[in-house]
C-alpha cells in the first residue's frame, strides 16, 4: 500500500485545511492510461472504488489503476521558493 512521507502529510494536510476545500477532502490520484501518467487533484471525496490511504489526517484517494502502480510506492511533497507544491514518489523503504 503506498505510504506517505512527513513532508507529504504536512503538505496535504495544509492543503486540505484551506477555507474553501470540504471537511473530509485529499490528494486523488488516478491513472491516465491514454497518457500513460498519473494526474493528483484535490478531491472533496473520493470516487466508488478509489482506496483511502490515511496518515495522520492526510488522505490520499487512489483510483484502482494508480493503487496498483504505487503499491510499494512512497508519496513524498516539497514546496518550492514560489510556493508551488510538487509531489514525487519512492520506493518504500524498510521498518527499521
Known sequence: MLTMTENAVLVI???TAQQEVPDGAGL???SDLTAGS???TLAESPTQGDQ???S???RVFLDPQAAQILDDK???AA???QGAVQFGFAEQ???T
Open 13 to 15: 494536510r495544509d492543503l
Open 28 to 30: 486523488r490520484i488516478a
Open 38 to 40: 498519473l494526474n493528483l
Open 52 to 54: 483511502v490511504v490515511d
Open 56 to 58: 495522520d489526517g492526510a
Open 74 to 76: 512512497a508519496l513524498d
Open 79 to 81: 514546496v518550492d521558493a
Open 93 to 95: 523503504r524498510p521498518a
